[in-house]
């Protein structure tokens, strides 16, 4: 395709409406593959952001029982002023050769 028929593709004032499509399916397309994550084995992150050590909890069944773990230990950590903890929620994929 020339750089002029990529242009009236994405342009819609010059009739290109292709872009709505193309969007439209990178959505369903991101949305299908963030669900089928929520299926795998998840690991929970608790970082200290003051010193950047990391340690890993898990792995969990799925997605949401990760994030119910993770919500819970939130809640547990005393909120001291100089303690400052992340959690983060991660899919663990499978190994691909």
């Known amino acids: 395709m020339e750089s002029e028929d990529w242009d009236r593709f994405w342009d819609r004032s010059r009739g290109g409406t292709h872009w709505v499509v193309a969007y439209e399916r990178l959505c369903r397309a991101l949305t299908a593959d963030a669900a089928d994550d929520l299926g795998r084995p998840h690991i929970v992150l608790c970082r200290d952001d003051e010193t950047g050590t990391v340690v890993y909890s898990g792995p969990f069944p799925d ?11 939130n809640a547990v950590e005393p909120p001291a002023a100089e303690l400052s903890i992340s959690f983060s929620v991660a899919a663990l994929l499978p190994v691909t050769a």
């Open 63 to 73: 997605g949401i029982t990760a994030l119910t773990y993770a919500d819970a230990a």
